[in-house]
């Protein structure tokens, strides 16, 4: 009796899995039916309205039939039958996009998304079966699919990005970027499709929209991508910095901007002057001047590098020795006004310290004038230097004038004196 029973028992799973998979062949049937309709030259709003409600029926058809463990020689099939159902959805969708026609970008990048994804799993179906290239229907055809439609997902995630819908957008360029790993079907094809040109590019987009998400995670995994984007590399730099500082992150900014630097000194100028200003607040002179070595040696020619050291010296009072790394900055950039600017002021400071040391010594008049001339020499060092401050930044009097009343002072001019002190709102 229990050996009739189980008996049973198979011949209800075997009528089970008959029935899935005879489910899946009507739905082949009904799809077939859409596919004429879609073909149709002159279709109707009629016609059409049948079309769409046989789609429909054909999904909700197939859908049990993925998940049912007794769908076997009909999976593939299935799937793939899925994959068809969204291509003639999306595919209306993405001729308004192409024609520049509105259109629902969501439904768009649901059915581009669900039509990839039962391509992918139609692809495992026939490796499950074990069929071999001749009498496998589905994945020549389907591979051909998979990689055309990889830039509609790139369309998808720009779409998304132009409508402020980051996060969406976000999804969209990260499947772009992972789509050499993410369709197995691709087979071969995938080393190519991880070495497409524009990678880079594509990452850019995935950090900025990311940035604008505030999906920081994501940012920083492409953003070693989205650096070899030549066209956009002062941006993407400023956007990866920009990022680690929302973050409170400083140690981490320090680093990656001394890095960005040490790669391109000249192009990272403003990026430099940062890290410099941010050492100067802090008062730590001692790794500034290691940064700064860092620059020279790199290129002893750099202009940020050499005004850099030109500071590090200024603020420890060697004047001197800064003026020397001013001037060299200045040879490099003829126009680099706060390259002049501070060398002037170093002469100004280098004259007051003489200055001072002379206050309070017993001297004859004599004496008195030969002592004062390193002062007077000092400041008609600074003259130049402030005046082609004025010449590079005429609208900017407070930069240059009131230095230059404190030259003419010294130097006992009392009509420039007058002049700047009046420009300078005295």
């Not at 209800?12 to 899946?24: C, F, N, S």
């Not at 998979?146 to 499947?175: E, L, S, W």
């Not at 082609?388 to 609208?395: D, F, G, N, Q, R």
Request: with cysteine.
């Amino acid at each position: 009796m229990k050996k009739i029973f189980f008996a049973f028992a198979l011949l209800a799973v075997a009528g089970t899995a008959l029935a899935q998979d005879k489910v899946v062949r009507k739905a082949r049937d009904l799809k077939d039916e859409v596919q004429n309709l879609m073909a149709m030259p002159d279709r109707k709003e009629k016609e059409t309205q049948v079309m769409n409600q046989k789609m429909a029926q054909c999904l909700e058809m197939i859908t049990p039939t993925l998940t049912s463990p007794e769908t076997k020689k009909e999976l593939a099939n299935a799937w793939d039958i899925k994959a068809q159902l969204h291509k003639y959805i999306f595919s209306p969708l993405l001729d308004n996009v192409i024609n520049k026609q509105p259109t629902d970008t969501a439904q768009l990048a649901e059915n581009i998304y669900a039509a990839l994804d039962a391509l992918e799993e139609c692809y495992k179906a026939t490796q499950a079966l074990g069929l071999k290239e001749e009498k496998d229907p589905y994945t020549v055809m389907n591979k051909l699919d998979v990689i055309r439609f990889r830039p509609y997902v790139a369309y998808c995630g720009q779409m998304f990005f132009t409508n402020q819908q980051h996060a969406k957008a976000v999804d969209a360029f990260k499947r772009w970027m992972t789509y050499p790993t993410t369709y197995t079907i691709l087979g071969d094809d995938a080393a190519s499709m991880a070495a497409d040109e524009q990678t880079p590019q594509i990452a850019y987009f995935t950090c900025l929209a990311a940035y604008f998400a505030k999906d920081y995670s994501t940012l920083m995994e492409y953003i070693p991508q989205a650096r070899s984007y030549t066209q956009e590399k002062d941006q993407v730099n400023q956007l990866y910095l920009t990022a680690i500082i929302e973050q409170g992150d400083t140690a981490s900014w320090l680093k990656a901007a001394q890095g960005i630097v040490l790669e391109d000194p000249e192009s990272n100028d403003g990026i430099a002057q940062n890290v410099l200003a941010y050492y100067f607040s802090n008062n730590n002179y001692t790794e500034v001047e290691g940064f700064v070595k860092q620059l020279l040696e790199k290129d002893g020619q750099s202009k940020i590098g050499n005004y850099a050291m030109g500071l590090v010296f200024m603020n420890q009072h060697k004047y001197v020795e800064a003026i020397t790394y001013f001037d060299k900055a200045i040879e490099t950039d003829p126009d680099y006004s706060d390259a002049y600017y501070n060398a002037g002021v170093c002469y100004s400071n280098h004259g007051y310290d003489i200055n001072e040391s002379l206050s309070g010594k017993k001297m004859t008049v004599q004496q008195q004038k030969e002592a004062v001339k390193p002062v007077r020499e000092a400041y008609q060092k600074a003259e130049p230097y402030f005046l082609k401050v004025k010449e590079l930044e005429p609208e900017n009097p407070h930069k240059w004038a009131s230095r230059l009343a404190t030259v003419y002072y010294i130097l006992e001019d009392k009509a420039k004196q007058a002049e700047y002190e009046k420009l300078a709102g005295y």
